[in-house]
């Protein structure tokens, strides 16, 4: 770490990449910075401070955030660079040592970064990678104003341990937060303007609390605050999907009817070589049954292709558990090995080009399963939630119950519910009419 003092910055753009965790870390490292006098700013290359917010998911995260520093150092105003996030927890000094960076703070350490950023202005060394017990939540800031969906982070870590993935490592064992700080912050979003919030986590599902109360206690604690229309969560473990979570569904009218859990893949051999605790089997036996709870659910999903030892027939099997349970939506990608992790060192590489050849198909046919359901919404009356202006004048742009996009034309303005007819659907976007006038 260089010992040169750099001037407090005085702007900061925060640049998040990956999940909706990363994206509410993001806007609480931004409320952070405004708390300490600091304005934000949309254009990284003007900011005094940058933060790159990283994800480890993907392949070449690390060599995708060097070179987002690289091209800060040479178009920016040299500004001082912090790297969060779960590279930051993974690399640590590695990234001071290789790209000279002036901050590095892990996930679980963000709440101190106005005091890194402090000591990275003195020329002081400014790195946090630490773990610690003790919530970090009770240091950020009040929540002052946010759009009209918002995320609330529950639930942090991963317990799991599936053999591909890094997040054990880099955010921690399963940690739920207090029930109590829950509602006092979501009872403060919904004072600063939400309408809906998203309750996050690695594996939200598994929150709980020494009462025992679970996730679906939360969400009807959640359901009797005033002003609060929308209750989501989001991702979800197939473990964890009790039984009354899946009542909520059916009990809980502001609870939407849209359901994220992940499967990865249709066959037994390898979930079980992925150390997913749940079978083919299983995982429709729990999908029958939230769709007898909610028989409206949008189901959606992860899917990896190319695990290795993945042969083709492996693969047909994720494709008939495709055609089985009919997405409204689905995240799919190429398996990529992680540093650390006990999939990269496992043998039976697929090759590269079977592993595009089986993106593709998957892709077709989760393609095909979301135009399907779309679709299936014309004709439907709804309650929008509108989030954004659209294109063109007099157009906004909402979420459906189902999580779809949807664009009309109408007078309501941002974080009104509208009562909306469905007369057109595209492959990832709805066309709506508005039935009534906006409901404040």
Known sequence: MSATPKTQPKTFHVKSFGCQMNVYDGDRMAELMAAQGMVATDDANAADLVVLNTCHIREKATEKVFSDIGRLRKHGQNPMIAVAGCVAQAEGEEIVRRAKVDVVVGPQAYHNLPDLVAKAASGASAVDTDMPVASKFGALP???????????????????????????????????????????????????????????????????????????????????????ARIRYTTSHPNDMKDGLIRAHAEVEKLMPFLHLPVQAGNDRILKAMNRSHSRDSYLRILDRVREARPDIALSGDFIVGFPGETEAEFADTLSLVDAVGYAQCFSFKYSPRPGTPAAEMDGAVAPEAMDDRLQRLQAALNRDQAAFNAATVGKSCTLLIERKGKLPGQMLGKSPWLQSVHLMTDAQIGDLVEVEIVQAGPNSLAGVAKVKAAA
């Open 142 to 228: 009040a929540r002052r104003r946010v759009p009209p969906s918002a995320f609330l982070t529950v639930q942090e870590g991963c317990d799991k341990f599936c053999t591909y993935c890094v997040v054990p490592y880099t955010r921690g064992a399963e940690v739920s937060r207090p029930f109590d700080a829950i509602i006092d912050e979501a009872k403060s979003l919904v004072d600063a303007g939400a309408r809906e919030i998203t309750l996050l986590g690695q594996n939200v599902n598994a929150w709980d609390d020494d009462a025992g109360t679970g996730l679906h206690g939360l969400i009807r604690a959640l359901d009797r605050i005033d002003g609060l």
